[in-house]
């Protein structure tokens, strides 16, 4: 029913973050090299991703729009292919419950695709002219549900959380290029090639090549790489510090606070260093039970590994300034 669809939509589609998230991730496992990200007024107006996928077949739009109308091979060998699976079917669904939503796609190069509107699950489907690949837009995301819109922050705290999640996808996908327009002005573009290191330089700018530097550390059972700032490059919040494990994002302050504790005291008072850095950790050392989709995680021994962490990122950090 249409409520219990807004229900279920609850758990998946938070907020406009989600939506983006969601809707990234689907033109990633599409195979996309190219993926616009269009917002205005913080989503609540519009949320738009473009890609050059694959495309969805005229035959499969409907399904896509159904609970667990999934494509995707629902076998989970490990936690990396967990995410492939995303909520199994349920993002598009939850979308169209909640919104407005206006499909574009094309699986053919022959420049003829299908279109499709759905306001509460209902429309038609039609032949529209469409270049291959998906355009899917969110308009009046919550129009139908009071009580999440009443929760929505204000345009530019939503549009912080999106640009935060962009900068994450693209940080994991750097042999994609992304961009990302707000209100018609583009707030951030990576090339798509010339890997990680590329992908840092177009998000963090001049400051890249002169104030963060390689993290490459092993020290079994822990590995750290990425870029750690330098005590100068500093900022008045922690935006700009990522945190993966084993490639997976994740926001524990906790960590990040290890991570600054490090700097012994170097980074004045107030202010937060920049760094990029993937922990990697035997898989035995994490609990699998946290939902992959989720950046909470469980560190079991967690005190070694905090202590593992510091020893970690002092050496690195006395390497490169002494
Ligand atoms: P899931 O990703 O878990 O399969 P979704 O609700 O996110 O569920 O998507 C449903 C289906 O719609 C996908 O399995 C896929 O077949 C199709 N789909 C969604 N977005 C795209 C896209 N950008 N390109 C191609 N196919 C897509
Ligand atoms: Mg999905």
Same mark, same amino acid.
């Given at each position: 029913?249409?409520?219990?669809?807004?229900?279920?939509?609850?758990?998946?589609?938070?907020?406009?973050?989600?939506?983006?998230?969601?809707?990234?991730?689907?033109?990633?496992?599409?195979?996309?090299?190219?993926?616009?990200?269009?917002?205005?007024?913080?989503?609540?107006?519009?949320?738009?991703?473009?890609?050059?996928?694959?495309?969805?077949?005229?035959?499969?739009?409907?399904?896509?729009?159904?609970?667990?109308?999934?494509?995707?091979?629902?076998?989970?060998?490990?936690?990396?292919?967990?995410?492939?699976?995303?909520?199994?079917?349920?993002?598009?669904?939850?979308?169209?419950?909640?919104?407005?939503?206006?499909?574009?796609?094309?699986?053919?190069?022959?420049?003829?695709?299908?279109?499709?509107?759905?306001?509460? *699950?209902?429309?038609? /489907?039609?032949? #529209?002219?469409?270049?291959?690949?998906? +355009?899917? =837009?969110?308009? $009046?995301?919550? &129009?139908?549900?009071?009580?999440?819109?009443?929760?929505?922050?204000?345009? *530019?705290?939503?549009? /912080?959380?999106? #640009?935060?999640?962009?900068?994450?996808? +693209?940080? =994991?996908?750097? $042999?994609?290029? &992304?961009?990302?327009?707000?209100?018609?002005?583009?707030?951030?573009?990576?090339?798509?090639?010339?890997?990680?290191?590329?992908?840092?330089?177009?998000?963090?700018?001049?400051?890249?090549?002169?104030?963060? &530097?390689?993290?490459?550390?092993?020290?079994?059972?822990?590995?750290?790489?990425?870029?750690?700032?330098?005590?100068?490059?500093?900022?008045?919040?922690?935006?700009?510090?990522?945190?993966?494990?084993?490639?997976?994002?994740?926001?524990?302050?906790?960590?990040?606070?290890?991570?600054?504790?490090?700097?012994?005291?170097?980074?004045?008072?107030?202010?937060?260093?920049?760094?990029?850095?993937?922990?990697?950790?035997?898989?035995?050392?994490?609990?699998?039970?946290?939902?992959?989709?989720?950046?909470?995680?469980?560190?079991?021994?967690?005190?070694?590994?905090?202590?593992?962490?510091?020893?970690?990122?002092?050496?690195?950090?006395?390497?490169?300034?002494?």
């Amino acid at each position: 029913s249409q409520t219990a669809a807004k229900i279920a939509a609850g758990e998946v589609i938070t907020d406009p973050a989600a939506v983006v998230k969601e809707l990234v991730e689907n033109s990633i496992d599409a195979s996309s090299e190219n993926i616009r990200i269009e917002i205005e007024n913080g989503g609540k107006a519009l949320i738009r991703v473009v890609d050059d996928g694959e495309g969805i077949n005229e035959a499969d739009v409907f399904n896509a729009f159904k609970r667990h109308g999934t494509s995707k091979i629902k076998k989970i060998d490990d936690l990396d292919n967990l995410h492939t699976l995303g909520f199994r079917g349920e993002a598009l669904a939850s979308m169209a419950a909640v919104s407005k939503v206006t499909l574009r796609t094309s699986d053919s190069d022959d420049g003829l695709g299908t279109g499709l509107r759905l306001i509460e *699950g209902k429309g038609e /489907k039609q032949a #529209i002219s469409c270049k291959r690949g998906t +355009s899917i =837009s969110i308009e $009046e995301i919550f &129009f139908n549900t009071p009580a999440r819109l009443k929760h929505m922050k204000k345009p *530019g705290d939503e549009n /912080k959380k999106i #640009i935060q999640i962009v900068q994450v996808l +693209s940080m =994991s996908h750097p $042999e994609v290029s &992304f961009s990302l327009l707000m209100d018609n002005s583009e707030v951030l573009r990576t090339p798509g090639k010339g890997g990680l290191e590329n992908t840092l330089k177009s998000l963090f700018g001049e400051r890249f090549d002169s104030e963060l &530097f390689k993290a490459d550390y092993q020290n079994s059972p822990m590995e750290i790489e990425g870029f750690l700032g330098s005590p100068y490059y500093t900022k008045k919040t922690r935006d700009y510090q990522f945190v993966f494990i084993n490639n997976r994002y994740v926001r524990e302050i906790k960590i990040n606070k290890a991570i600054e504790d490090a700097y012994d005291n170097t980074v004045m008072i107030n202010q937060h260093p920049v760094f990029i850095l993937n922990i990697k950790l035997p898989p035995d050392m994490l609990d699998v039970n946290i939902h992959p989709a989720k950046t909470k995680i469980k560190i079991l021994n967690e005190s070694l590994v905090m202590l593992l962490l510091k020893s970690g990122i002092r050496k690195i950090i006395r390497q490169n300034l002494v």
